[in-house]
C-alpha cells in the first residue's frame, strides 16, 4: 500500500500544527493558505517548530502555498482546517480540481459543514469521485504563531462521520496510523450537534465582554470564564442541543459527556469538569470581541442547530437569546450571515428524507449559493 499524501488546507493553529505532526511522522504534507501573509512567514522561517504532548520537532513542510491546486495535486486526503466561515470558499476553490479517489476531512465541519460543502461541489458540478467527511472538533488543542505550533491536548477519542455515512468505516481505515482516536459517528447530522464549541464559546465570550475589552483577555479562557452561573447557562443551551438530537432521532452526547470522552475530565458540573482539562489550563481569552469563538461559533454553529430546531419543531430559547445578544452587542446579523437550511441544502426535506439523504446521499436539487 503507498504511502498517503497529505494536502491541508489552512494555516491556522490547527493547520500548522496537523501539519507539522503529519511531517514529523514521516509523510508528505503540502499546506495551503489563502492569505499570503500567512504563508510567507512560514516559507521564509522554513520549517514549523512542534511543541507540546505529542511529537516534537521542527517539521520541514514539502510545500507551503497560496496556489490550491497545487496544494491538492497529486494528494490523496484533503484536511480542511480553514474556519468554518470559510468552507464555501473553499468547496467552490476545490471543486474544479478534484480528483477520483481523493477524501476531503473538515476538521471540524462545525454545524452542517459537510452538508454545505457537498451541496456547493454538486452545484459547481465537481465531476470528481471523492469522499468527503467532518469531525466533530479538532484533533488538538493548540495555538500556533510564527511557526511555532504548541499541542497542549489531544483528544482521547474523536467521532468522524461522512456523507454519505457508508463512507465512514473506509476513511477511518485509512487514517488509522495517524489518527487512531477517530471513531464512528452515527451520521452527519450527529456530527453536526455534537458541535461543543457552539455551546462552550459564544455563552463564555458574551459574558466575560467587559472583562475581555478591559484586560485584552488577559486572563484564562476556560477556567475563568466558565464561572457556576455561566456554567449552568451553558447547561441550559446544552439540554436543548440534546432535545434537537432526540427529535431528529440521532445520539447527541451531553458537553460533560463529550468533556469525558475527549480529555478524561471529571466532576459533576461544567464549571468543576473544564478546570480539570489541563489542555485548557494555558489557553488565555481572546483579545477581543473579534474572535472566532462568536463570529464562527455562532453562524456556523448555533445557527444551523436552532434552524435544525424549527425542523423538528423543538423550543431553543437560550440558543435564540445567545444569538440575539451577539447580534446586538457586535451589530452583526448572526442569522442572516449563518447556515440556514437552505444553505446546507436540506429545506425541503422531511426528517426521513433527511436521514436518507445522509445514509444513502440521493440527489439533492437543490441551488447552490
Known amino acids: 500500500m503507498k504511502k498517503l499524501k497529505f494536502a491541508v488546507l489552512g494555516a491556522g493553529n490547527g493547520g ?51 496556489d490550491i491546486s497545487k496544494a491538492v495535486e497529486d494528494t490523496d486526503i484533503i484536511l480542511v482546517t480553514v474556519p468554518s466561515n470559510a468552507h464555501s470558499f473553499i468547496a467552490n476553490e476545490l471543486a474544479p480540481v478534484l480528483k477520483d479517489g481523493q477524501v476531503i476531512v473538515l476538521c471540524p465541519g462545525s454545524t ?28 488538538y488543542a493548540c495555538r500556533a504563531k510564527e511557526g511555532v505550533a504548541n499541542i497542549s491536548g489531544v483528544k482521547n477519542i474523536l467521532p468522524i462521520a461522512s456523507l454519505p455515512s457508508s ?93 469525558k470522552t475527549y480529555y478524561s475530565a471529571t466532576g459533576d458540573s461544567i464549571y468543576d469538569m473544564v478546570r480539570t482539562v489541563k489542555a485548557y489550563e494555558p489557553i488565555s481569552a481572546p483579545p477581543s470581541l473579534n474572535s472566532r469563538l462568536l463570529f464562527e461559533d455562532i453562524p456556523m454553529g448555533l445557527v444551523p442547530m436552532v434552524e435544525l430546531a424549527k425542523l423538528v419543531s423543538v423550543n431553543v430559547p437560550t440558543m435564540n437569546l445567545i444569538i440575539d445578544l451577539a447580534s446586538q452587542v457586535l451589530e452583526k446579523d448572526f442569522r442572516e450571515e449563518g447556515r440556514s437550511l437552505e444553505r446546507l441544502g436540506i ?23
Open 167 to 259: 463512507d465512514v468505516d473506509y476513511i477511518i481505515n485509512l487514517l488509522d496510523d495517524v489518527y487512531p482516536q477517530l471513531v464512528k459517528e452515527e451520521n452527519v447530522i450527529a456530527s453536526s450537534l455534537n458541535n461543543l464549541n457552539a455551546i462552550l464559546h459564544p455563552i463564555a465570550v458574551l459574558l466575560s465582554t467587559s472583562w475581555i475589552e478591559a484586560t485584552g483577555g488577559n486572563f484564562k479562557f476556560y477556567y475563568d470564564s466558565i464561572t457556576p452561573s455561566v456554567g449552568k447557562l451553558i447547561e441550559r443551551m446544552d439540554a436543548e442541543r440534546m432535545s434537537i438530537g432526540k427529535a431528529l432521532n440521532v445520539h447527541v452526547k451531553s458537553a460533560a459527556d463529550s468533556l
Open 16 to 66: 500548522q500544527s496537523i501539519s507539522a505532526y503529519l511531517t514529523l511522522k514521516g509523510y508528505d504534507v503540502k499546506l495551503y493558505d489563502k492569505y499570503d501573509e500567512v504563508v510567507a512567514p512560514l516559507i521564509e522561517k522554513g520549517n514549523i517548530e512542534l511543541r507540546g504532548v505529542s511529537l516534537n520537532g521542527n517539521a520541514v513542510i514539502s510545500v507551503i502555498t497560496t
Open 347 to 369: 429545506s425541503n426535506m422531511n426528517i426521513d428524507e433527511l436521514n436518507k439523504y445522509v445514509s444513502n446521499n440521493f440527489e439533492c436539487t437543490q441551488g447552490g449559493k
Open 112 to 139: 452542517g459543514g459537510a452538508l454545505e460543502f457537498k451541496k456547493i461541489l454538486n452545484y459547481k458540478n465537481c465531476s470528481a469521485d471523492y469522499k468527503l467527511a467532518e469531525t466533530t472538533s479538532l484533533f
